[in-house]
């Protein structure tokens, strides 16, 4: 059994755009205002003015850009990241929040990601970025994001997946690289 995951979706892309947009504009103004000081004759007499505001729209941008950074750094995935129900596969059923398919009823099974929850080779994982995508006869595609640790893992359900493969729902190589532990995408 594995937890489903509920991705936040909100503010967090449109403020990071937001602040990327930003920053162009201002960088944008920043270099336009060093060229026309540089290059334009008549406003060199202008030039403290000008610097003056060089200063001012630098400083913002540079406050921009901090934003960003502090923002990537401590506020990168938290409170992004909401169990939603469970995962359970089955050899005659696959079970999603609830919702049973049974496997007559799937077209295709594709499983993406190998993100398993821990400290592996000095990376810590949250175990959050793998997909379960299914395709169901009627052509109607479904997927959920699902947790895996180290002591439930995909590679661990060889019986489950080797049905699954025997019966064409599930790719020859998505089910060797399960089983291998390699990313299968």
Same mark, same amino acid.
């Given at each position: 059994m594995y937890r489903i995951i509920n991705q936040?979706?909100?503010?967090r892309k449109i403020v990071d755009k937001t602040l990327g947009?930003?920053?162009a504009i201002f960088a944008a103004v920043f270099v336009l205002m060093?060229?026309?000081?540089?290059?334009?004759?008549?406003?060199?007499?202008?030039?403290? +003015? *000008?610097n003056q505001s060089v200063f001012v729209v630098f400083a913002i941008e540079m406050g921009i850009i901090v934003m960003a950074v502090l923002r990537y750094i401590f506020f990168r995935e938290k409170a992004t990241v909401l169990t939603g129900g469970n995962l359970e596969l089955s050899e005659n059923q696959i079970t999603a929040n609830g919702q049973?398919?049974?496997?007559?009823?799937l077209r295709k099974i594709r499983f993406i990601g190998n993100d398993i929850k821990g400290d592996f080779r000095g990376f810590v994982t949250k175990?959050?970025?793998?997909?379960?995508?299914? +395709? *169901?006869?009627?052509?109607t595609?479904?997927?959920w994001k699902f947790e895996?640790?180290?002591k439930h893992q995909l590679k661990n359900e060889k019986k489950i997946l080797k049905k699954y493969c025997d019966a064409g729902l599930l790719s020859e190589s998505n089910y060797e690289n399960i089983l291998n532990n390699t990313n299968y995408y």
């Open positions: 936040k979706s909100g503010n947009i930003l920053a060093l060229l026309a000081t540089a290059f334009i004759p008549s406003l060199y007499r202008f030039k403290e +003015t *000008l049973d398919f049974s496997v007559s009823d175990g959050t970025d793998n997909t379960l995508m299914i +395709t *169901l006869n009627d052509g595609e479904k997927s895996q640790t180290e």
